[in-house]
């Protein structure tokens, strides 16, 4: 059964750092691995979808990275700041299925002080 | 603006009196699907469907039951609710099951069961 860490849990941070998440896995036969953000309140939003055949994917401040082989995925945040203050999670969909299939992170929860 | 809309967003209830959480999506897609998001357990599947009249067993389904009779619509039923229901639950579709279509999420509902 896949099983999907995200480490560290929670993590606070100064306004303008650099900062990066990190997720493993278990099962590296994997479709896709998606990170989400969640805010209080409010439901999940996709951020970045990574094809278990690609290394990485960028969005505006955000890239994502993907090491299937040793079962890991990197969020990387450029220049954070205090909008980006939310939950993170990584969910990660098998090869075999879909939505239907796919395994969530618990998440980190990430403040950015101004 | 493509969502998904869930009723209602906070709810107590007594044990044993049966409820229903509503979901709909303006979006036109195929699959939906239910989670219920719990500390240190992160999101945990109950039901999806992948299409009209197509439903079927997440990881968690006991004590709950679904119906999809039109396609915008996936509502979550508790028969009888248990206070081991009380959770935070969000409705879920994307255009189709395969995950490398974008997933949309709903606001939440907090269930609390006494």
């Known amino acids: 059964k896949q099983e999907v860490t995200q480490i560290p849990a929670a993590l606070s941070v100064p306004e303008g750092e650099n900062l990066v998440l990190n997720c493993s896995f278990t099962?590296?036969?994997?479709?896709?691995l998606q990170w989400f953000r969640q805010d209080p309140g409010k439901g999940l939003t996709s951020l970045l979808l990574?094809?278990?055949?690609?290394r990485e994917q960028t969005s505006g401040r955000l890239n994502a990275s993907l090491d299937k082989s040793s079962g890991r995925s990197t969020l990387y945040i450029a220049a954070s700041q205090p909008g980006d203050s939310a939950t993170y999670l990584c969910?990660?969909?098998?090869?075999?299925?879909?939505?239907?299939?796919?395994?969530f992170g618990i998440g980190t929860k990430l403040q950015v002080i101004p | 603006e493509a969502q998904v809309t869930q009723n209602p967003r906070y709810l107590i209830t007594v044990t044993g009196k049966k409820l229903t959480v509503t979901c709909s999506q303006n979006m036109n897609h195929e699959y939906m699907s239910w989670y219920r998001q719990d500390p240190g357990l992160g999101l945990r599947q109950i039901y999806y469907s992948m299409n009209v009249e197509v439903t079927d067993k997440g990881d968690v389904p006991e004590g709950y039951k679904v119906s999809r009779k039109e396609k915008r619509n996936f509502p979550l039923i508790l028969e009888s609710p248990s206070p081991n229901q009380t959770s935070l639950y969000f409705c879920a579709s994307s255009l189709y099951f395969r995950a490398d279509t974008e997933a949309f999420f709903g606001q939440g509902t907090r269930l609390t069961v006494v």
């Open positions: 969910a990660v969909s098998p090869f075999s299925g879909g939505y239907q299939k796919v395994t």
């Open positions: 099962d590296s036969a994997i479709y896709n």
């Open positions: 990574i094809q278990s055949s690609q």
